[in-house]
């Protein structure tokens, strides 16, 4: 018994005295996952935007179908001012988040409230889609 003992504690300091495993400096990175929503770079919160704008990010991998989720822009009344897809950079069957690209063409009179509405596509039986709202302003041409 007293020997077992004797091999646990050298096994325990030894491996209390093991430096940690460094990684290359040139080594790839994996990126941390976003969670489950996506992610919008441009346009900001607030933004005032004019026609056409450009919608950027990073979205969850199971937020495309197709190679798509929609995005719309709404006005205060919820009626839809413009929707198109948001479309990945890469293969949306590759793994992991995927940066994408929208773009979205509109009209307005005056400068508009609106809300840009981000949705994941095909969320699965009895699940509602998951969503990200920014508010902006859509300046008049």
């Known amino acids: 018994m007293l ?4 091999a646990l504690a050298l096994i ?5 005295c093991t430096p940690p495993t460094a990684t290359a ?3 790839p990175v994996e990126a941390a996952s976003i969670g489950n929503l996506a992610i919008v770079d441009a346009p900001a919160p607030g933004a005032r935007i004019t026609s056409p704008v450009t919608i950027t990010g990073t979205a969850p991998g199971n937020w495309y179908f197709e190679n798509q989720f929609p995005v719309r822009l709404l006005d205060a009344q919820g009626a839809v001012i413009a929707e198109g897809p948001a479309t990945p950079r890469v293969n949306w069957t590759d793994p992991g988040d995927k940066q994408f690209d929208a773009t979205l063409a509109f009209s307005v009179a005056t400068d508009t409230p609106a809300t ?7 969320p699965g039986e009895g699940n ?4 990200v ?9």
Do not use: F, Y
């Open 116 to 122: 840009l509405v981000l949705e994941e596509d095909m």
């Open 25 to 27: 400096p040139d080594a």
């Open 128 to 131: 509602e889609p998951r969503q």
């Open 3 to 6: 020997r077992k003992l004797c």
């Open 12 to 16: 325990a300091a030894l491996a209390a």
């Open 133 to 141: 709202r920014i508010d902006v302003v859509l300046a008049a041409e």
